[in-house]
């Protein structure tokens, strides 16, 4: 690696930290959603 | 008498500083308890390899080839994640699921170490392995930098376990700078909430794995044996699997994974002022991690009714259970009867599902 300061490299990879962020919010919401929607299940009553 | 001495002719100062370095990994392990099963065995292993002519050096590359660095892939770390799913439990996580969102955001610094290394000259697929480095998650790391095929997998395992075991000192630093003192004494409920079912606890490892490979399918190997592992502990029936699993299947791969990153800690590839800036980088992942979370829990303060102490985001790095032990033990500093390490233990075991979905999303990028 020859250290040498690129911007253009840095600007170029911001998507991918966008992109990134995004998927795992929206992974993260989802499985917030199914585990709210499973603590919302009426419970089996035990004999 | 001189073919006895002859190897110390070949004895470089390059090997000489690769003993301290793997002298100070093991002082670090026994005498600060940091890590101690991963960091001696590396210590040790950074000494082993770096003998002079040293007979260790072909079996150490030929068990990182089996383990890590074979055709069918990093087998060795994606096992180990079996021990982690069954040494977590997701119980404070399935309470409160909304603290996910922390262990989300905490992810950030990954994402912007790798810009960060794009920025000073890494290549994508380096930049990328040592922005895992943020992670806070050896095995992810591990995994990621080799399918990545990053040659600086030695300094990334050295840095991304070293500040795990460092947290406790670079954490609060950030966290005071980031918050207030009203806000660090915001007290938050610790009633119980209403406890997850059985049900909820066999469904949830299953279905995370199911959402995790749909949009990610990059990703599906590392979370689903993570989620296999945490499945084996809540299903009741396999207890002395999990038990296995947790113990000795865990201790069994770590021992085997420390001795093996050795093989990648040789003088002539490590000391290099690639390995200086790596290890700067991954001070950066940490930062920008802890920074990300923390100010989640800002910004949702200014939404949300019921307030929530800052500092909670912070645990959202995967560091477990360091993080949480930190945020609660700042939490008791700023005032004795607050007690966060409820909120702060859901806000970690979600960043480890965050830190894995965040490496499997790297992968499906770069590779």
């Known amino acids: ?47 | 008498m001189l073919d006895l001495l002859s190897n110390f002719a070949t004895l470089e100062f390059k090997q000489v500083a690769m003993w301290i370095i793997g002298a100070l990994l093991i002082y670090l392990a026994i005498k600060k308890e940091m890590e101690p099963s991963l960091l001696l065995p590396m210590g040790f292993g950074a000494i082993l390899i770096n003998l002079p002519n040293s007979g260790a050096q072909h079996i150490i590359d030929v068990m990182f080839r089996v383990g890590i660095d074979n055709e069918f892939g990093e087998i060795m770390p994606l096992v180990l994640f079996i021990g982690i799913g069954a040494m977590i439990d997701f119980t404070p996580l399935l309470t409160n699921p909304k603290l996910m969102l922390f262990g989300a955001a905490a992810q950030f610094g990954i994402f912007f170490t790798l810009c960060l290394a794009r920025l000073v000259g890494f290549d994508l697929n380096d930049a990328a392995s040592i922005g895992i480095i943020g992670a806070a998650d050896g095995p992810t790391a591990i995994a990621v930098s080799m399918e990545l095929d990053s040659k600086y997998i030695g300094a990334i395992m050295v840095a991304a376990y070293s500040y795990m075991a460092l947290v406790p000192l670079v954490q609060p630093p950030i966290i005071k700078l980031c918050t207030t003192k009203k806000e660090r004494l915001i007290r938050m409920d610790n009633t119980q909430g209403k406890q997850p079912s059985k049900m909820t606890k066999i469904l949830f490892p299953i279905v995370v794995t199911i959402i995790v490979g749909l949009v990610a399918p990059d990703a599906v190997a590392l979370i689903g044996f993570l989620m296999f592992g945490n499945l084996i502990r809540e299903c009741g029936v396999l207890n002395s699997l999990s038990e296995t699993a947790q113990k000795v299947l865990a201790n069994l791969i770590t021992i085997f994974l420390g001795i093996t990153i050795a093989a990648r800690m040789r003088a002539d590839e490590f000391l290099t002022p690639d390995t200086l800036l790596i290890i700067g980088l991954g001070l950066f992942a940490f930062i920008f991690d802890t920074f990300a979370g923390v100010m989640l829990a800002k910004l949702m303060n200014l939404v949300s009714k019921k307030k929530i102490n800052p500092m909670i985001g912070a645990a959202g790095i995967s560091a477990f259970p360091m993080s949480a032990r930190v945020v609660h033990k700042m939490g008791l500093e700023e005032d004795n009867q607050n007690f966060l390490l409820m909120h702060s233990i859901g806000v970690n075991v979600s960043g480890q599902i965050a830190s894995v979905i965040a490496g499997g999303l790297i992968l499906s990028f770069f590779r």
Request: no cysteine; net charge neutral; charged share 15%.
């Open chain 1, 1 to 47: 690696m020859n250290f040498a300061i690129d911007f253009e490299a840095f600007l170029s990879s911001l998507p991918f930290m966008g992109k990134g962020m995004l998927g795992i919010f929206l992974v993260t919401s989802v499985i917030v959603l199914f585990v709210n929607a499973l603590n919302n299940l009426p419970e089996k009553k035990e004999k």
